[in-house]
């Protein structure tokens, strides 16, 4: 039986986080309605743009994102993940906004890339604007002797076209090709190991669409929200910079 209740600050998108639920529900092993991780989802896709805010064009969620936080915290949440990789970078505000810990889907993903990829390696890193902006991965993966392969302005711009389709609903073989090429082009470019680094990429993306191995975040944020519900340490840690 899980010993924590997890808390899931989701919504950004929905697809998204329906996507993590189904893939917990799927990896935990349980065999009754009892035995599976407990968790509580604040789904809230009202949350300002992350990639508006970054540029200064629009609110930031920094707020709002806090104030979903401890939303989960007063619902009675142990631990607090969130299914969004660039809006780790208003992390300060929602650790400042709650006492249980929060705990970083950029560290924990960038150590799971070193443990795939080994110190030294060149990582191709797939991410909405927003993530790029920060540097959210660049540096993550700088402090683990690994080097970052980023996409250029043009596919950057292409990433966020397809992930807008995505969101919109299509999950089809259109979005799916398009996002493949983008992973492709990163490969061509010396890539040896692919970071997934938005939580719609696996929507779409599998790790055998790709030659080379693939981290997808998702995935790891499924694996650390089941060890947390069987009762692994929390580690608590902010993203790199």
Known sequence: MSSRLIGIL?????DATVDFLARVLRADGADTDQEHVRMIVACDGTIPNRNLAIDGAGP???????????????????????????AH???????????????????????????VAGGGASV?????????????????????????????????A???RVLAVIKAGDHGPTPKAEMRALAHALVRRGATT??????????????ADVPVPMVDTTEVLVQLAVALGRGAPVRRGRPDG
């Open 194 to 207: 692919l970071l997934a680094g938005c939580t719609e990429i696996g929507i779409v993306l599998r790790p």
């Open 124 to 156: 191709g890193v797939l991410a909405a604007h927003a993530c790029h902006a920060a540097e959210l991965y660049p540096k993550a993966l700088r402090a683990r002797d690994l080097h970052p392969v980023l996409p250029d302005a043009a596919e950057r």
């Open 10 to 14: 989701g919504g950004l998108g929905p």
């Open 60 to 86: 930031s969620p920094g707020p709002a994102l806090a104030q979903a936080a401890l939303r989960l915290e007063r619902a009675g949440a142990d631990v607090v993940l969130m299914i969004c990789n660039a």
């Open 158 to 160: 292409e990433f966020m």
């Open 89 to 115: 970078h208003w992390q300060g505000e929602i650790e400042r906004a709650i006492a249980v810990p929060f705990v970083s889907l950029i560290e924990e993903a960038a150590d799971r890339t070193l443990a």
